[in-house]
């Protein structure tokens, strides 16, 4: 009882020491990204309702795997553009990992077996288009292979991906040579 009590207490401190664990307050119209497995969709918010947010997503958003309509709060951030993005790491043993918008990236997804048959994992070049200030970067296809065209579509689309997401591991770990 006493370890789930300072669990508790663990958390909430937490909580009150840094805000990005507490809910953010948004207001309908506010652009925001919401999340779906570290890929991000961008939407306008509609209305608040008791646990989240009705979020309304341009009609060429997708594709997304969560329902579009209802949002519980700690999956919507507010939206941001910044022209280049840090990923630091901590303790300072390493040297940061820079994301500018207009530099090519490469996105490497397993292969869906309904779409590739030929290869497990399908690398994926595009371009940064935008970065939102959480560190999710939105990017145009530059791959002219119709099976990377494909993955690319079905996994990211017009969304943001996190630069934390596993597709872009390659690319974190060439960035950072």
């Known amino acids: ?9 663990f958390i909430a401190a937490l909580t009150a020491a840094n805000p990005a664990w507490a809910k953010y307050e948004l207001a309908p ?8 497995r570290d890929i991000y969709t961008k939407g ?28 519980h709060a700690e999956f919507v951030l507010p939206f941001q553009s910044v022209p280049e993005y840090r990923l630091k790491f901590l303790g300072g043993f390493k040297k940061d990992i820079v994301f500018r918008t207009g530099e090519a990236v490469t996105l490497r997804f397993e292969a869906d077996k309904r779409i590739v048959k030929s ?30 065209a494909a993955t690319f579509w079905q ?8 630069v ?8 974190r770990d060439k960035r950072a040579r």
């Open 1 to 9: 009882m006493k370890v789930l009590t300072a669990a508790w207490l």
């Open 29 to 36: 119209g506010d652009t925001v990204l919401t999340n779906c």
């Open 44 to 71: 306008v918010i509609k209305a608040k309702v008791d646990d989240g947010y009705t979020v309304h997503f341009p009609k060429n958003a997708g594709p997304i795997q969560c329902p579009p309509f209802r949002w």
């Open 119 to 148: 290869r497990a994992v399908v690398d994926i070049d595009a371009q940064i288009t935008d970065i939102s200030a959480n560190g999710a970067i939105a990017v145009k296809l530059l791959s002219q292979d119709p099976e990377a």
């Open 155 to 162: 996994q990211v689309g017009s969304n943001y991906v996190d």
């Open 164 to 171: 934390r997401h596993k597709a872009l591991e390659a690319e």
